[in-house]
């Protein structure tokens, strides 16, 4: 049984990132946190891919954690704590990640990667692509629909690849086949791999109206030197045409990407280059990323590796450009009508978001006459009138900033 908080718990477990540095810091932090309110009667267990990759440290330098498993590692956390035959079950391990009263909830369709990035420590934790059966992930997508989830997140490593290790099943077919389940609910994708976005997934996005007109495509870099060190593909001439291609064929599609400012050896002249093509392109949103070298990773053999602070400088270009960009975007929003899905619903505050914002990342839907106090609807305070979390709702915008919008009720 799940127990409320830490202090009630028998069995403490610790998921863990390895990915990137500040993923690496949170959770230390996170463990050491815990282990120093651990009572004499608690199990602390560590696992996923930070206790994968640093196992045996872990084991040596944090005496007080009663084991580090792992990713993949359920049926041997359930051996080790002797749980009963029914609970040893791997199908008990679910694949959909929601937090308590959300209206979104994150559903996993593969784990691992078959790519080699050179920058990123993924595959040799986490191996190769595996695919979930599409009917393990439909029987979950259902459930939570069932509970009452709003907006299903689609996530792999790259979900553009779903499939390719199992068959002809791709994923254009669990879209339309998640779409035919019964339901007022949105899905989105996140993280398409550049190079795979073929004729027939762009049809379905653009044909089955349950799927956001939303696609976080990180493209890393612009520059071809530079993604071939990475080891990616792609060239500024090749995602010109892409994301030409997507703006016409998919309708009011909101455009996110990633890149990575600093990665070794990136010149002056390259990284004014990919901020140039940043200004020419101007996605909708967009997250940079200070090159972190990780151990274990060929980038991080490169010689010529760049400066923290000349990352910083670089850094702080990129999302002073894209500031402007998301601001000139939001505004042109105004007076524009949407559907919002509300999230949030407090004494003062009723906030949503329409398709082209994601979850934690992109900016939300403020509903304007629900700020500070105000007495809307009827003269009851926000939290007294009727709107819920998880309802969809119309609305205009009526004001714009560089990543939220604010909106009047319809
Ligand atoms: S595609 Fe993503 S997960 Fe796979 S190697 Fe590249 S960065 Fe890592």
Redesign the pocket.
Known sequence: MEAPGPDEADVILINTCGFINDAKEESIEHILLLLNRKKPCQKVLVFGCLAQRYMREMIEELPEVDGVFGVDSFKEIMDFLSLPDRNRDVSYRRLSYKEDGSSYAYLKIAEG?N???T??I??SIRGGLKSYAPERILEEAERLVREGVKEIILVA??ITSYGIDTGNYRLERLLRELASIEGDFWIRLL?L?PTMIDDALIETIAEVDKICKYLDIPIQHSEERILRLMG?PGSPELFRRLIKRLRQDIPGVVLRTTVIVGFPSESDEEFSRLLDFIKEMEFDRLGAFKYSPEEGTEACKIKEQIPEEKKQERFHEIMKAQAEISYRKNRDLLNRRFRILIDNVSEDLIAGRYYGQAPEIDGIVIIDNCMSGNIPFSGQSCSENKIKTGEFLDVRITDAYEYDLKAMLL
């Open positions: 990667c790519r080699q990035c920058f990123c993924i595959p490593q790259d993280y791999y990616r």
